[in-house]
């Protein structure tokens, strides 16, 4: 007798909104349908070639799609690995695919109940897609165990489902869908032939539509093919294919070796990430095939994890057909196919960056992330990898991107080191009163503004011998380096030692522990300060990047320079000379303070700055402090 089962909440969910549904793609269910047939046609291959003890060890693996336009119904029937009565209750009331769980998070996550449709398409919901078209599904399994029963479960696409004892003889699945009255188009076997061949033409086994004899799909294992044979948009049509991706990929690299491995890859590289945080691929990693028979969906074994983002197929001439999916692992072959696949990939984009750099810069902008992650994680790919990285500099606009190499072919006169700023984007990092002096000099400077890069400076210390050098550094002297570029308006003269010193002295006293020490300037021009590092610590970067991981951090400490030239630091001069009790003398010590950390892009809250600057204003305008003062000099703690 039937027993009838509740979905999980999840499912409900996810079936109220694909019920009720207008995506335009509905005919992306029948891909979900053949991909899940297909699989389960490679599980069972697999078993056949470890466990000869199964059902029907004859049967052809192939897909059969019948049509049956007066009933209009549409049945999918394969001679896969099937399902047990556990396996339809765990496979198909309970989620565990990651696709379908993205797409329920990201609903949750806009708090939309209706979400815009287009979205179903980009998640790949699986099974579930059928529920777009139909009005009730049955699907009918028995597995490939030899005491195996056939079961039949079935849904409405309410919030439960139903199973009970099934018809079928042989080993395999139906999936029967009893179409929707506005889905009647895909009840005609022209409509099927015509979907399968956009979406399902490299599925690796048969798909027979009606009683025809000719498979519909081409079924070509596309990188065993010879490179030549291959259009730019079979290329483009496999990648989607494997991937579900709506995006062309940017680049495919073909491989094929015999010596000293035996093998075929096609590789590819996205177009952006995005879409591979959502794409069906559930993970990272390639698919292994040995000998055209299915080993891995996701080989994470083939590439660093660093070149996680390359998608494709790797199938292996060597690894032994009846290797379990445990111990492929552990397998030699595996290691020297790593090898050669890595330093393929490398020298690839490494001839990409020189001879199209444009096209390159899209996959690094994609990529970036993942790439300068392998200096710091494989020291031994690094010279493989520094070619790869580019940056904005000061020279140029935020749209040119400079390698390394760009770099040191253009360093000024007797410049040794490479220097660079660290800051939250290029447009603040720009604004920096570090750049002063290096501009004044005609010295160019990379921008390092992805959070991440402080990661990347730790397995890169130096470039072909030349140290990197935080612009921030106090010791940094630029007074051989490059040429003095002439000054639209002379620099003021600077303050005398003594009056220096007492203004310094105040500015110590004011800012206290926030800051390490206070000390003259002889690089600034146009800024009154800014805040240095006299450690050449690289972990002090890290700040940036552990508040990103929304990690607790403290503000590093860092040391005030004064430029004792600047107009601010004369007239705030004149004034502790005039009245030392004068209250704007503190409020503007702390506003220099504060305005230099937020150039730093370390200002923890900007918006408490607020008051501060109300009352600098309201002084300029001529009222002066009166009551504000308390409030004012005293409930701006920042740290
Ligand atoms: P996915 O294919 O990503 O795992 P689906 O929602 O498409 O997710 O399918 C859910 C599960 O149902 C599959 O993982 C598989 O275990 C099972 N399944 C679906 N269709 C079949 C089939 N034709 N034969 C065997 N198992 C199937
Ligand atoms: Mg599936």
Redesign the pocket.
């Known amino acids: 007798m039937a027993e009838t089962f509740t979905f999980q909440a999840e499912i409900q969910q996810l079936l109220d909104i694909l019920v009720h549904s207008l995506y335009t793609e509905r005919e992306i269910f029948l891909r979900?349908?053949v991909?899940?047939?297909s699989?389960?046609l490679n599980?069972v291959q697999f078993e056949q070639l470890t466990n000869r003890d199964i059902l029907d060890a004859d049967a052809e693996l192939a897909i059969e799609i019948h049509v049956d336009e007066a009933a209009n119904t549409l049945t999918?029937s394969?001679t896969?690995?099937?399902?047990t009565h556990d396996?339809l209750v765990?496979?198909?009331g309970i989620?565990?695919?990651?696709?379908?769980k993205a797409f329920i998070e990201a609903m949750k996550q806009s708090g939309s109940a209706a979400p815009s449709t287009d979205v179903i398409g980009q998640f790949?919901?699986?099974?579930?897609s059928v529920f777009m078209v139909a009005d009730k599904v049955r699907?009918v399994?028995r597995s490939h165990l030899q005491d195996g029963q056939a079961f039949a479960w079935e849904s409405t696409g309410g919030a439960t489902y139903t199973i009970e004892p099934g018809e079928r003889e042989s080993r395999?699945?139906d999936?029967t869908v009893y179409l929707k009255e506005d889905a009647k188009e895909f009840a005609s076997a022209w409509r099927v032939k015509d979907i399968i061949r956009k979406h399902s033409d490299y599925v690796a086994f048969p798909i027979y539509v009606g009683d025809e004899e000719e498979p519909t799909n081409k079924q070509q294992a596309i990188w065993r093919q010879d490179p030549k044979e291959i259009s730019a948009e079979q290329y483009d049509d496999f990648y989607k294919m494997l991937t579900f991706d709506f995006e062309k990929p940017l680049r495919h690299i073909h491989m094929r070796a015999d010596v000293p491995l035996q093998f075929y890859a096609l590789l590819y590289i996205p177009s952006s990430t995005e879409r591979g945080i959502l794409s069906?691929r559930?993970e990272p990693g390639l698919k292994l095939y040995a000998r055209k028979v299915l080993i891995q969906d996701y080989s994470k074994d083939l590439l660093p994890e660093y070149l996680q983002f390359v998608q494709g197929v790797v199938d292996s001439e060597d690894l032994p057909l009846n290797v379990s999916r445990e111990s492929v692992q552990a397998n030699r072959v595996m290691a020297n196919l790593k090898k050669t696949l890595t330093s393929k990939v490398l020298s690839e984009l490494k001839r990409m960056a020189q001879k199209d750099t444009a096209e390159y810069l899209k996959v690094y902008k994609a990529f970036s992330r993942f790439i300068k992650q392998g200096i710091a994680v494989s020291p031994m790919d690094r010279s493989d990898i520094e070619p790869l990285l580019y940056f904005q500099t000061t020279r140029g606009s935020a749209e040119d991107w400079a390698s390394l190499e760009d770099y040191v072919g253009r360093l000024a006169a007797n410049q040794e080191d490479i220097y660079y700023i660290i800051g939250d984007d290029y447009a603040s990092g720009s604004r920096s009163p570090h750049l002063d002096a290096f501009r004044q000099r005609g010295i160019e400077v990379l921008y390092l503004v992805d959070p991440v890069d402080p990661v990347l400076l730790m397995g890169l210390p130096d470039f072909k011998g030349r140290k990197l050098r935080n612009v921030d550094e106090a010791d940094i002297d630029l007074s051989a380096i490059g040429e003095l570029k002439e000054e639209t308006a002379p620099p003021r003269e600077s303050l005398a030692d003594d009056t220096f010193e007492a203004l310094r002295g105040r500015f110590a006293e004011g800012l206290g522990e926030r800051v390490r020490d206070v000390r003259a300037s002889k690089t600034l021009t146009g800024s009154p300060a800014r805040l240095i590092s006299d450690e050449a610590d690289p972990g002090r970067n890290m700040f940036r990047l552990n508040r990103l991981l929304d990690r607790e951090v403290e503000l590093p400490i860092k040391i005030l320079e004064l430029n004792p030239r600047h107009p601010l630091l004369h007239n705030l001069s004149g004034m502790v000379a005039a009245n030392p009790e004068n209250p704007l003398i503190d409020v503007v010590i702390q506003q220099v303070f504060e305005t230099a950390l937020l150039q730093e892009g370390l200002h923890p809250d900007p918006a408490s700055m607020a008051e501060r600057l109300t009352l600098l204003m309201q002084a300029a305008t001529g009222s002066g402090l009166g009551e504000f003062h308390h409030r004012g000099t005293e409930d701006t703690e920042v740290g």
């Open positions: 979900e349908l991909s899940n047939a699989d389960a599980r999918i394969d896969g690995i099937g399902m396996d765990n496979n198909l989620i565990a695919r990651s696709g379908a790949g919901v699986g099974f579930y699907v399994s395999g699945t999936v069906p559930k």
